[in-house]
């Protein structure tokens, strides 16, 4: 009895969450990752937190694993989805079926009008550094360039936005997203969670998107804007971002948060020759070889970068034209 207590609990310490790395005062930036984390927060999981920067365009992320089980994002629902399924999680398990029809229709309603508002927003109406930040900033400028124009691309597409009806698209996207925040509000109430005073993964959910739209999204964003006139979702996103998110994010170095996953496994070294101090190296004079060889190499750099401004306005050309014809041989991306 007492080794099968030790063995779940070592199973529940083994629990890592894959994630897009952190920003903006959040453990992660990205917004498919934040409810997924707050999920495992909610359900008091420990879990360590670990950064996948090698894959910054892919659907699989964020992804859990856990034993010998992996969960990704682009399998079966989603990560909570598997979670749920998998007894990892059991925040859903013991709702009552008298409520369960009023918790998916929320559900659905938070996955689909208010995740297609942030797509909307981050790849599309507001400025790129954000989404660059978040995705592109450790890869090269022109590779990050082309994911981010790809990303851009397959939105429109996605929500079959053309220049003729960019106006009308627009309206349809935010309208949905005023409708959704003012049922999430008229459902919340003065209540501490949305469903049987304890949370759910519609509480994990919520939570992930407003956080970031309230933190990651500019101030001049019409979502933000639209958010902000609740006070009741305010109230509720302010208490559990307290709770869950900004105490495990200050303890970086506990249980709830690791290093990057790339770098979490290289041991450190003690420090104790940094502080020492050290002769100052003179400077040597550059020769005449070496000056014409940066110079060439400037050049070089300058000519790159001028071929690939050139390649992507073309390419943006082309891209604008399929879109405006109706094409359907556009790039199929799903973030």
């Known amino acids: 009895m007492e080794m099968a207590d030790e063995r779940e609990e070592e199973a529940k310490q083994e629990v890592v969450l894959v994630a897009r790395k952190g920003g903006f005062g959040l453990p992660t930036a990205c917004p498919v990752c934040l409810p997924v984390y707050c999920h495992l927060r909610f359900a008091n999981v420990d879990f360590k937190l670990e950064f996948d920067r090698a894959n910054p365009d892919s659907d699989h992320i964020p992804y859990v694993e856990y034993g010998d089980h992996v969960t990704f994002n682009n399998e079966k629902g989603g990560v909570i989805e598997c979670l749920n399924e998998d007894n990892v999680v059991k925040l859903d398990s013991q709702l009552s079926k008298d409520c369960f029809p009023d918790w998916a229709s929320t559900k659905v309603m938070i996955s689909t009008w208010l995740a297609e508002a942030v797509q909307y927003e981050l790849w599309v109406s507001c400025d790129n550094t954000i989404a660059d930040d978040i995705y592109f900033s450790d890869l090269p400028w022109p590779i990050g360039k082309i994911l981010h124009w790809k990303q851009t691309q397959a939105v429109k597409q996605l929500h079959g936005i053309t220049k003729l009806n960019a106006a009308e698209k627009e309206e349809e996207i935010y309208r949905k997203a005023n409708i959704a925040y003012e049922a999430l509000s008229m459902k919340l109430g003065s209540q501490v969670f949305f469903f049987e005073g304890r949370?759910?993964?519609?509480?994990?959910?919520?939570?992930?998107h407003a956080v970031f739209v309230l933190h990651v999204l500019p101030e001049t964003s019409v979502l933000r804007s639209s958010l902000s006139k609740h006070a009741n979702l305010l109230r509720f996103v302010q208490d559990c971002k307290i709770r869950l998110l900004e105490d495990s994010y200050s303890s970086a170095t506990g249980p709830a948060f690791s290093s990057d996953a790339s770098s979490s496994s290289?041991?450190?070294?003690?420090?104790?020759?940094?502080?020492?101090k050290t002769k100052p190296k003179e400077k040597r004079e550059r020769t005449e070889e070496e000056k014409a060889f940066r110079r060439r190499a400037k050049y070089f750099i300058a000519a790159q970068v001028v071929s690939i401004v050139i390649y992507l306005s073309i390419l943006g050309g082309m891209g604008d034209s399929g879109l405006e014809d109706g094409d359907e041989d556009g790039l199929a991306y799903e973030e």
């Open 266 to 276: 290289i041991p450190r070294r003690k420090g104790s020759k940094q502080n020492a």
């Open 199 to 208: 949370p759910t993964s519609v509480d994990s959910l919520f939570l992930g």
